[in-house]
């Protein structure tokens, strides 16, 4: 398997503009997480999915996000309008427990909103 | 409120000597404890991980220590090498929580 895959891998827009950023999860991996990574705040969780399912969004940090899993091997955050506090760096994990246990992280999306 | 509580920010060891990281807890819900190894670039990878039913698990030069009762964790680095400078994430998971990381610690390892 070739692990999470994330897309893009580099991100930079413009401040207003709407960024979607793309996961496939390991296949078999039934719980996806969307995670945050800044220097100020760590890593923080956004949202997970169990089955498809988002089961805890409280992490998202504002109505401009939304995230969506159309099915098991897919799944986008979307920011929109974006802004400048947005720039961190994304990333996507998959596990087969929907608490996390064995998650493994994709490569992330970096994003740069100027 | 942060869940897991990580020191040092940053840490600085030469070659050979031993890399300490500690971490505390609130939730004694968490029953899972997993340390992520993430280098630049990259995603967090997991490293090692112990039940709090045990007080030490080692995996050759990486060892967790765990004092239930002090609601406290450290990771030991035996015979540190530059290779293994990275950052070092603590995590804990149980209750109502799902993987919930500490903030990190960035350690170099200096030849």
């Known amino acids: 398997d070739a692990g999470v895959i994330q897309s893009p891998r580099h991100e930079v827009t413009e401040m207003g503009q709407e960024v979607t950023l793309r996961c496939k999860p390991i296949?078999?991996?039934?719980?996806l997480f969307w995670y945050r990574q800044t220097m100020m705040r760590g890593l923080e969780l956004l949202i997970y999915f169990n089955n498809n399912v988002p089961i805890d969004d409280s992490g998202m940090p504002e109505d401009r996000f939304s995230a969506k899993m159309p099915n098991a091997s897919f799944s986008t955050l979307k920011i929109q309008p974006s802004e400048p506090r947005d720039s961190a760096v994304y990333f996507c994990?998959?596990?087969?427990?929907?608490?996390?246990?064995?998650?493994?992280f994709g490569q992330g999306t970096r994003l740069t909103v100027v | 409120q942060q869940q897991v509580k990580q020191s040092p920010q940053s840490l600085i060891v030469q070659k050979g000597g031993i890399s300490i990281i500690n971490c505390a807890y609130e939730n004694t819900a968490f029953d899972y404890f997993p340390w992520y190894q993430q280098f630049p670039g990259k995603g967090p990878a997991l490293l090692i991980a112990i039940r709090p039913d045990v007080s030490e698990k080692k995996e050759g030069r990486f060892t967790i220590s765990f004092n239930k009762s002090a609601k406290q964790f450290s990771l030991h680095i035996m015979d540190s090498q530059p290779g293994d400078s990275a950052t070092y994430f603590c995590?804990?998971?149980?209750?109502?929580?799902?993987?919930?990381f500490g903030k990190g610690t960035h350690l170099i390892i200096q030849p």
């Open positions: 995590a804990a998971i149980g209750g109502a929580d799902g993987l919930t």
């Open positions: 994990a998959s596990s087969f427990r929907q608490d996390g246990h064995q998650a493994f």
């Open positions: 296949s078999g991996h039934n719980s």
